[in-house]
Structure formats: C-alpha cells, structure tokens
C-alpha cells in the first residue's frame, strides 16, 4: 500500500477568513524541496468532535499527515486533547515540559516583580 501525504490545518480563524492560510503553501514548498508532494488537506474548524474525527481518520490510515493549528494556549484549541481521543490515550504532562513551564513562570514573575505562585493565571 502506497503511503499519501496529506495535511490537516485546523482553526475557526482559517474558516472565517479572520487569517490566511499560510500552512499549506508552506508544507507544499518543504515537501516539493524533497522531492514530494502533498496527496490532500482537510481543513477543520475548532470543533472539537470534528477534529477528533479527522485525526482518527488520519491516525487509521497508512498515510504521513502533518498537522497546523489549534495547539495553542487559547480555550478554543483542542488539536492535544483531541489527538489523545482518537487515539484512545490519556493526554498527560511530560515531566521535563513541566519543568521549563515552571521555570518559565518563575522567570516571569520575577520580571514582573511579583511573587511566583503556581494558581496565578
């Protein structure tokens, strides 16, 4: 079986023409660089059943799917979560991401002046 290369873009700001897609244009370039090129796209918004759907698709196939978007930090972007159930995993803290995220709001608060407490937004 012949492995396709596809992409998935997701974000209601792609769908609503709040942002253009800069992705796709951007993965066609790196793949055409090597050689190859990309097979589809499936654009998704922020919904997330919608993208677990997609990323179980992607996930089932014998394809290479690259995936855009949506990994944010605002509460509309579910691709982490998401990912975890289409895979049937627990989405889970890696301990050294932890780390530089602790270490990283320590430096923050001392920028700012202010004491570090881990519940402070």
């Keep these: 079986m012949n492995s396709h290369i596809g992409l998935i873009i997701v974000g209601d700001e792609i769908l609503s023409g709040k942002r253009a ?3 796709m244009p951007k993965v066609i370039e790196l793949l055409s660089a090597r050689g190859l090129a990309l097979s589809y796209a499936d654009y998704v918004g922020d919904c997330p059943e919608r993208i677990t759907a997609t990323l179980h698709r ?3 196939s014998a394809d290479i799917v690259f995936s855009c978007g949506g990994i944010g930090a605002t509460p509309d972007d579910h691709t982490r979560q998401c990912a ?3 895979l049937g995993v627990d989405l889970v803290l890696h ?3 932890e780390v530089l995220i602790r270490e ?3 430096d923050t608060a001392r920028e700012q002046g202010v004491p570090y407490e881990t519940d402070r937004p």
Excluded: G, I
């Design 21 to 23: 897609d800069k992705h």
């Design 84 to 86: 975890a159930r289409a």
């Design 104 to 106: 990283r709001m320590q």
């Design 95 to 97: 301990p050294q991401a």
């Design 58 to 60: 992607a996930f089932s």
